[in-house]
């Protein structure tokens, strides 16, 4: 019997040759859309974790300013806000208490907060590698993706050209997507074991 896995790629482009993990320092960490400071980071990632979880079935949506709050919308207005923040798991808790049915009971929530610690490990590794990085990054050739979350999985600075797998995170739904990998996006594909 054959088992399928999913695995995550990334591929970095030579086209692609920012890299703007230079301007990191231990307090600031990179997600997708660029480097914020630690706390709007740790915002940022729990709701986008939660955005990119229950996507197609959440009545919360991130905020569109700057993706550091999740709200309740109640046609075209804004009802009510919730600052997630995986250090204050209180805030957690709140939503997963009030939206638990949107986030498929207790299962939903405990992957939403498994991604948000996660995002907080991986913001914990690029600061701590922040140093060490600065010398690498010298010695790589000048084209190359900087430490990022993604939205589900932790990167490290890789070199223009390099593709790197990991296994997906237990806390993303299984599905398949297809489509063309480019600098710090993510593609998805089966993998056969």
Not at 122 to 130: E, F, K, L, T
Request: net charge negative; hydrophobic share 35%.
């Amino acid at each position: 019997m054959m088992s399928v896995q999913l695995m995550l790629t990334m591929t970095a482009h030579p086209t692609a040759v920012t890299d703007d993990s230079v301007t990191n320092t231990s307090s600031t960490c990179r997600d997708r859309f660029g480097t914020v400071d630690v706390t709007t980071f740790r915002q940022r990632s729990c709701t986008l974790c939660y955005f990119y979880l229950f996507q197609s079935v959440s009545s919360l949506r991130p905020s569109s300013e700057n993706f550091t709050h999740l709200v309740l919308s109640n046609g075209s207005d804004v009802a009510e806000r919730y600052v997630v923040d995986s250090e204050d798991l209180a805030s957690l808790d709140n939503v997963c208490r009030q939206f638990a049915s949107d986030m498929g009971g207790s299962d939903g929530c405990s992957r939403w907060v498994r991604c948000c610690m996660k995002a907080d490990e991986c913001c914990r590794r690029q600061r701590r590698r922040a140093d060490r990085r600065q010398q690498f990054i010298s010695l790589l050739a000048p084209a190359s993706c900087a430490a990022t979350w993604d939205g589900f999985s932790c990167w490290d600075v890789t070199p223009a050209g390099a593709v790197v797998h990991q296994q997906c995170p237990e806390y993303m739904p299984r599905f398949e997507v297809s489509g063309l990998c480019d600098h710090h996006s993510v593609c998805y594909q089966l993998v056969s074991k």
